[in-house]
């Protein structure tokens, strides 16, 4: 008989601006940030991990307007496909937006819209890899794991940030007695 090493995950919740978020990591990195509508009861939380102490101090400054991209070490599992697709993800600029056959260009095969939208949907590092990012050709906002509601958010929030850092660089500097 033969025996299978278990991987073990530490977990945690994290209050956001858009719902509970569940964080799990394994010995290598994050493996997962998903929205949830609940705390699981059965589930036995580990606040002492480090990787989900970097990812909740990387989220306490993102959504602070703090932080534009995420550092932490990620531990995706996915196919070859879906790596490609979520590494890319990671290069769509904070507070900017790409369509999904933009994303499929990027990928190297302008036909996968499908298949890039099927990877960008089972992308389990919402936030972290900026899934939220990618929209419809037409400009509008189409499926989301987390909801509609969320991505709007996500994007108001990101786009309002980016626009006003845009604006705070364009005032002149004051107090050099000009």
């Not at 990928?107 to 936030?127: E, M, Q, Y």
């Not at 309002?160 to 002149?172: A, E, G, I, R």
Request: hydrophobic share 35%; aromatic share 10%.
């Amino acid at each position: 008989m033969s025996e299978e090493s278990e991987v073990i995950e530490s977990v945690m919740y994290y209050e956001s601006p858009v719902g509970l978020l569940e964080l799990r990591a394994g010995d290598k990195g994050l493996r997962s940030l998903l929205f949830k509508f609940e705390r699981d009861p059965m589930v036995v939380t580990d606040e002492q991990s480090p990787f989900l102490l970097t990812c909740k101090a990387e989220l306490d400054e993102y959504f602070a307007g703090k932080r534009t991209t995420f550092t932490l070490p990620l531990d995706m599992q996915g196919t070859d496909f879906q790596l490609i697709v979520w590494k890319e993800l990671t290069f769509i600029p904070f507070g900017q937006t790409i369509s999904y056959l933009q994303l499929a260009k990027r990928v190297g095969d302008l036909h996968s819209t499908r298949a890039v939208g099927n990877a960008n949907g089972k992308n389990p590092l919402s936030i972290i890899v900026p899934c939220h990012r990618v929209i419809g050709s037409n400009g509008k906002l189409v499926g989301y794991g987390g909801g509609m509601d969320n991505k709007r958010w996500l994007l108001e929030f990101e786009r309002n940030l980016t626009t006003k850092d845009l604006f705070n660089s364009m005032l002149p500097e004051s107090g050099h007695g000009e």
